[in-house]
């Protein structure tokens, strides 16, 4: 079981980005799937989920009305898309598998990360 995310780059603030989380070897559609980031000398902090239930997605206070998380069942992908992105969004982005109500995320579930630097 493993998940890989892609899709980070180099932006301008206010730019946008939009972060892949594929796997392998399971259905994401079946698990609770969210995203977190780590920015140098800080902790890691979840920044989205989206259940695997009801659909019902959260999101970190600071990104609130900026990013949409989303699935591609078609794809086996899960999706985040983010807008008028800040400074502080700099960080590595993880997408791990979370508890299924989005309260929090499964240790070690991440895997390889994709760097997110929002840079003028």
């Known amino acids: 079981v493993q998940l890989q995310a892609s899709g980070g780059g180099l932006v301008q603030p206010g730019g946008s980005l939009r972060l892949s989380c594929a796997a392998s070897?399971?259905?994401?559609?079946?698990?609770?799937i969210g995203w977190l980031r780590q920015a140098p000398g800080k902790e890691r902090e979840g920044v989205s989920c989206?259940?695997?239930?009801?659909?019902?997605?959260y999101y970190a206070d600071s990104v609130k009305g900026r990013f949409t998380i989303s699935r591609d069942n078609a794809k086996n992908t899960v999706i985040l898309q983010m807008r008028s992105l800040k400074f502080e969004d700099t960080a590595v982005y993880y997408c791990?598998?979370?508890?299924?109500?989005?309260?929090?995320?499964?240790?070690?579930?991440w895997g390889q990360g994709t760097q997110v630097t929002v840079s003028s």
């Open positions: 791990a598998t979370w508890y299924s109500d989005c309260s929090s995320w499964y240790r070690d579930s």
């Open positions: 070897g399971f259905t994401l559609d079946y698990y609770a």
């Open positions: 989206i259940s695997s239930n009801d659909g019902s997605r």
